[in-house]
Every structure is written in C-alpha cells, then in structure tokens.
C-alpha cells in the first residue's frame, strides 16, 4: 500500500514466532522485500513473515518515534500498543493539537 506523505509502522510474525516492527512509506514493497530476505537480516533468517498488524502516521517523524515505543513495549502488548498510538496520532493531527500528530507524548 502506497499513500503519498503518509508513514506505516508494521509488526511482522516470522515463522519461528519472533516479531519485528518497522518503518516505511510503501508497505506492499517492504513486505515483499521482507519475504524475499532482502529489508532486514533479523527477517532474512527467519521467513517467511506475516503481517500481523500495521499503523498509519502523518509523517516519518511521527512514525519513528512510534515504532521506538513498540520496540520497547513487552510482546504480549506491541499490537495494542501499535494501535493505540496510530489512533492518537491520527485524532491530535485531526484536532490540529500538534503538527506531527504525535509530539504530546
């Protein structure tokens, strides 16, 4: 999927059950980078990989900082956390609180 000017934060399953979060503008070429073994060695090791969830920013920044929070978030809790945040970000740029939809955290 490819919308201009809009950031995806992604969470693959990999076939040994291992997660790996991301960051990119075109989520259909990153996937498929993913399961060819070619966006990441962490995934390269480990496919195939399955889309478990991803999440829409308005801009990379927002993005970034997103999949930080996911990173450090426990496993049982990084699709809610992904969800959360996507939805928070969205509503603050929506509401015209903060220009990158995100900086209030």
Request: glycine share 4%; aromatic share 8%.
């Amino acid at each position: 999927m490819f919308i201009p000017d809009t950031w995806f934060v992604y969470l693959l399953e990999c076939a040994d059950s291992t997660l790996y979060c991301g960051v990119t503008n075109n989520l259909a070429r990153r996937l498929e980078q993913h399961n060819r073994g070619q966006a990441s060695k962490c995934t390269a090791a480990r496919l195939p990989v399955r889309l478990l969830r991803a999440a829409a920013f308005p801009d990379k920044r927002a993005a970034m900082r997103a999949e930080y929070r996911v990173k450090k978030t426990a496993r049982e809790r990084k699709q809610e956390t992904l969800l959360r945040l996507s939805a928070t970000a969205v509503e603050l740029q929506r509401q015209g609180c903060v220009s990158d939809g995100y900086s209030a955290f």
